[in-house]
């Protein structure tokens, strides 16, 4: 995976967004290449501003269901095949911007991907937060509001699960939750990161 997000705008990048191409088309070239160009002109920029430009950057692309998108009922979509199709659900929004703020050098202990209810839609969702501090209210990232927000102001949200690269936790009313395990524990997660690694 390291060897596939690193934030340079080196002959690397080029070639990848060329493979990108010749699979998806010429518009999602154009896609990999502005994403890099966010990457690249956030890189020596603050957390909140890193946050900001990957959270405005994917809010861009559509919202698409699984089933109609790629005919499965649930798939979580590596960065490249988001970008390379220019959409799909709230896993793939989520996951696009946690690996950008990974190579943007914000430490995986400061971001969970959260599983959580949408009260106002009764439906699953999935959100990134940040921690500015381990106890600290995190700030949210979401396709649904674009806005970045501290979880408190979120009531429509109901948590449920949330993981990074390591952990595993189940959710409680207050604080981050139980410790339950390693993130390996989900299967959608340890597929998706051998696409990513694969893809390069």
Sequence with gaps: MAGLLIADSSDKYTQLAKKVARKYGPDAEKRIV???????GVQNGTDLEKLISVNNFFNQMDFVNDIDHWGKEDYWATPIEFLGTRGGDCEDFTIAKYFSLRELG?????????????????????????????????????????TLKPASKRRDLLPIYSFNAKNLWLSKEKGRGVLVGGSSRLSLWTDLNSRLTAFN
């Design 34 to 40: 502005a994403w890099r160009k966010v990457v690249d």
């Design 106 to 146: 914000v430490p995986d202990e400061k971001l969970r991907l959260v599983y959580v209810k949408a009260l106002k839609l009764n439906q699953h969702h999935m959100v990134l937060a940040y921690y500015h501090k381990p106890t600290a209210i995190p700030v949210l990232l979401d396709n649904l509001d674009k």
